[in-house]
């Protein structure tokens, strides 16, 4: 079914327009997702915002942004996988804004592999979702 769908709607990267026909992922070609860029340290600790200095400038790795010490959050850490711009805000609108849900576990898998990575000592209590506004939450059809 998937190689009629290809032959009748070619499918292409959704942010280099390249072919990814027989891609394991049909709307992001290989080289487009190896090139997401990741979210790496040294970043704060609360809040996950990555700093300009290089690893070896940082003290600790519980150093706080400026933001976080000023007017602390209300939560006790965030991370992200990546800043919401380029390839990857490219593939989330994609998903969110094409309703290309295959795109779902991919970024899931991102997700996750990032967990892994950000916590490597204790488990989190608790994973909050950011809920959407239920008009948002109706017109989009899922959060
Ligand atoms: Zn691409
Ligand atoms: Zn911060």
Redesign the pocket.
Known sequence: MRKLLDFILPPH?C????STAGASIPW??R??WDDIPYIKPPVCYQCGEPFAAPPEGIASPLHRCETCLSHPPVFARARAVGLYHGILQHIIHTMKYRSVYGLTHPLAQLLQHQFAACWTEAAPDVLVPVPLHRRRLWQREFD
Do not use: Q
């Open positions: 990267c942010v280099c327009e390249t992001v070609c080289a487009c």
